[in-house]
Nanobody, 115 residues
Framework: QVQLVESGGGLGQPGGSLRLSCAAPTRFFSGYDMGWYRQAPGKQRELVAAITGGGSRNYEDSVKGRFTISRDNVKNTVYLQMDRLKPEDTAVYYC?????????WGQGTQVTVSS
């Protein structure tokens, strides 16, 4: 079992920035593919960004050029840098870890973009 702990959500201004962090205290962290998902009220959970253990990244179209996913395999942490925020980025953001047939989720952190 891998317990994922997210932090960094909160209120952001349109055009502003927030950074999310997800700590995964496991010595196998570098082998997990990590992702950030989000779920807005009344909508399905969607993949926002993902990064493989080897560092390959992919992004949902609406966040390309604005969000950056990265990982630190020494600190066992994955980050989501969110720039040029838009009100439609408002959602609960979830960290995800996949590997060896396992799939783990964090508890979620609220991001609200509003002036």
């Amino acid at each position: 079992q891998v317990q994922l702990v997210e932090s960094g959500g909160g209120l952001g201004q349109p055009g502003g920035s927030l950074r999310l962090s997800c700590a995964a205290p496991t010595r196998f962290f570098s082998g997990y593919d990590m992702g950030w998902y989000r779920q807005a009220p009344g909508k399905q959970r969607e993949l926002v960004a993902a990064i493989t253990g080897g560092g390959s990244r992919n992004y949902e179209d609406s966040v390309k050029g604005r969000f950056t996913i990265s990982r630190d395999n020494v600190k066992n942490t994955v980050y989501l840098q969110m720039d040029r925020l838009k009100p439609e980025d408002t959602a609960v953001y979830y960290c995800n870890a996949k590997g060896w047939g396992q799939n783990f989720w964090g508890q979620g952190t609220q991001v609200t973009v509003s002036s």
